[in-house]
C-alpha cells in the first residue's frame, strides 16, 4: 500500500512524498510511520488525518483500510 | 456493540419535519439559565486587570494596596498560575494567553485579577493593584509583522516548513504548502491570466453573550465550573491540566449558549476563575464586559493574499496560485495552513499551489471563527474567478461550472473526492429564478461559492425510557443551533414514536463519557450518529422485554413503528406491545430499559454552498445595500429543515457583515479602538432583506441518514459573493474586506478619475 503524505508534512527534511508499507488498519500506518521516521511523532502532536478514498477519518485509528485504497495523510481539521 | 455508519436510503415519518425548539419558550420569555445566570452562596465577582500596553515588559506587579481594601478575598497573577503543562506548547501557551507571564502581548491581554464580595470592590481594588510596564515595539499587521525589521514577539518561534531551517527566530511561525500539477506549465496553457491582492480585516464572532462562568474549586480537590462553552468536556480537560487538577473531580456544566460560533471552544477567563477560587476558598463568578470579549477573546485572522489564475478561453481553469498570510495574534496558529486547504477545494484545477504563512502579531490569539480562513481564501479566490470570467467573456457561473470539482476530483490539499455536492449547488444557482430577477439602477449581482471540511469526533449519548413511555435522551454535545430537537426527532424515527415523547437534555460532564466540543459542523453528524445507535440498543432492550412478556424467544421479535411484533406462524395471534406498554412492566422484566452510544464519529461529509447576492451602490456615499440573497447548500440529510436554513442564514449574515462592515481598527499604539457594538456595526435584521435558502441533499455515504455538517459552510461564500455584486454594480473590484462605503466610494471615484 501506498500512503501518500499532504505537503505540508516534512519527514526526514523531505516535505510530501510518499510511504510504502503493509498497513490494515490506521494505526498500522501511524505505528509504521513512526517506527521508520521517530520525527513524525512531532506531526502527530500537531495533529494528523488520514483520508481513505477521499473521506477523512480524525481519530478512530481502528479504522480498517480497504485493499488498494487510497490513503492520504493530511492535517487535522478542527472548526468553529 | 458495533453499528452499520454506511448511509441507507429509506422513507422517514420524523426526520425532514419541522418541530418547534424545545429550548425556545424558555429562550423568548427570558428563563433560560446562560453563563452569568448561576448563582452560589458566598460567591466573589472576580474582574482582570488588563495590559493598556499593545506589547510590554512587566517589571513589577504590587498587589499589597488592593489586598488591603476591605471586601478583596484574593488576587491572583501569574506566579498563582505555575507552569504544570508538562512541556506542552499549546497549553502553555493556552495559559499564558489566560494570564500573561513577564510580558503583555497585546492590548487587553489579563496581568492580574480579583475576586471580591462585590462588583464596586472588585473595579476598585483593580485600580489599586499598581503594574509597572516597560514598552516594548510592537506590530499588528500581518504584511508589517514578517519584514526583517518587525520586533520579534517571541523568541523562540523559528519559521517550520522552510528548508533550510532557519538559524533566527522570527514572526512567521510556519510556511505550509499544498496542491498538484505543474503550474507554468499551466500558466502556459493559459489564454488570460489575472493576477490580485487582496486584504480581509480581522473581525470578531460576535456573539451576544459574554463569557461568562462560575467557579468553585474545594480544598480537597475537587471543583466544579458553570460555564458557556461550545464543549464542556473539553473545557474540564484544558482547565483541569491547567490547575493541575484531576480531570474527573472536576464537574463541568454547560449553561445555555448566546452564541459562539467558534470563540467559545477556547478557554479564556475560565482558568482565571477557578484559579481565584481556589485561593479565597469560595465561589467566584466572571464575567467578562463586551470590550473585554472583543481586546481579549479570539477574533479570526486579518489576511493578505495574492492570487494567480489562468484560462483558456473555453473557461478552463489551467493554473491557480494563492499565497497567502494569515496572523494568528500572539500565538502561533495553522490559520494560514486551513486558507491553502479550502482555498481552491470547490474545483477541479489541474496545476494548483497554495502556500501559507502563519504569522505571529501583537493582537489576541485568534480562535475558530465558523468555517475557519476558508472565507478569507474564498474571497481572493472567488473575485478573481470572476475576473478572470469578465475578461474571458463567459458568464461568472458557467465559469464555475466548467471546472466544478465532482467525486473523483482531485482535491488541492491531496485526497480524491467521494461524493460532493457542489456542482449540484451550482446548477441549482443557475436554475434559480433569483438569477433572473431584473436588477434596478445602481445594483449588481454576485456568486460565489464555499467550501469547508465538516468533523465528526468523540461521542457518548445514553437514551432512558421511563415507565410511562417518555424518553430521555442525554446528550453531551452542547445545543449551539438547535441540536436537541434534531436529536429528539431522530430519537423518535428510530423508536417509532411522536417527537413530543422524547426530552433531550445536555448532560454535565460525570453524567457521560468524553463528548468532543460542539465545533467543525459536528453537533447533529457525530451526535446524531450515536443517538441512532443509542436507539437501536435500546431497541433491542425493548424487543428482548417483549420476548418475555411473551414467552417467546428474542429471535421471533422484531420491532415496526414503535412497537414489538411476534414473528412466525406460531405467534401470529399475539397482540403487539407498544413501546408504552412494554415499559409499563420494565421493572419485573429486568429492570430500567435503556440504551447507550459511544462513538467516534468519523467520515463527516464534505460541506459545499453556492450563494446569489443581489447589491445596491449608493454612489454618493459608496454605501452598499443588500437587496436579495440566496443561498444553495448541500446538506447530506435536513434532520430539521428549520435548523438548517436558520444555519445558513446565519452563516451568510456573519459573510455580509464581514463583507461590508465588520473590522478590527488598531491605533498607531496598537490599541484596539473599536471594542463595542456601537463601533464593531454587526449586521441587524434591518440591515438585511429575508435571507433565501435552498437545502440540497447529497448523501454522506458514512451516516447512516447521509448527514453532513451544515453549521459553518455558508459563511464562506458572502466576502466573495458581496463584492462580485459590488463590482457588476459599479465596475470597481473591491479587494478590501470590509467594503465599508469609504473603501467603496474610494474605489469609484478612483474609477471616475480614470476614466
Known sequence: ?80 | MGHEQKYVDKKYEVVGTRFNRPDGIDKVTGKARYGADASAPGQLVGRVLRSPHAHASIVKINTSKAEKLPGVKAIITSADLPDVTGGDQGLADILENCMARGRALYDGHAVAAVAAVDEQTAAQALKLIDVKYKKLPHVTDVDEAMCESAPVIHDRIITRGVEPKPTKPSNVAARTQMGHGDIEAGFAEADVVIEKSYKTEQTHQGYIEPHACLASVNPDGTAELWVTTQGHFVFRNVCASLLGLDIAKLKVTSSEIGGGFGGKTHVWVEPVALALSRKANRPVKLVMGRDEVFRATGPTSSTSIDVKMGAKKDGTITAAVAEMRYQGGAFPGNWAMLGCMTAFACYDIKNNQSIGWDVVVNRPKVAAYRAPSAPMAAFAVESTIDELAKEIGIAPIDMRLKNVAREGTLAPYGPTYGPIGIEHTLKAVKDHPHMRAKLKKNQGRGVACGFWFNIGGQTCTDLNISVDGTVNLTLGTVDVGGSRSSMAMIAAEELGIPYEQVRANIADTTSLGHNDMTEGSRGTFSSGMATIFAARDAISVLKQRAAKMWGITEEDVIWENGQALATGDSHSNLPPLSLKEIAAKSGRTGGPIAGHNEVVADGAGMGFASHICDVEVDPETGRSTIVRYTVVQDAGKAINPDYVEGQFQGGATQGIGWALNEEYIYGDDGCLQNAGFLDYRIPVCSDLPFIDTQILEVPNPLHPYGVRGVGETSIVPPLAAVGNAIANATGVRMTHAPMSPPRVLAGIDTLEHAS
Open chain 1, 1 to 80: 500500500m501506498r500512503v501518500s503524505l499532504s505537503s505540508t508534512f516534512d519527514l526526514d527534511g523531505g516535505l510530501g512524498g510518499s510511504v510504502d508499507m503493509h498497513a490494515e488498519t490506521i494505526a498500522d500506518i501511524m505505528a509504521t510511520l513512526i517506527d521508520r521516521y521517530p520525527s513524525f511523532q512531532q506531526l502527530l502532536d500537531r495533529g494528523v488525518a488520514v483520508s481513505i478514498n477521499g473521506q477523512i477519518y480524525r481519530d478512530d485509528w481502528t479504522q480498517p483500510i480497504p485493499a488498494d485504497a487510497q490513503v492520504f495523510l493530511i492535517p487535522r481539521i478542527e472548526g468553529g
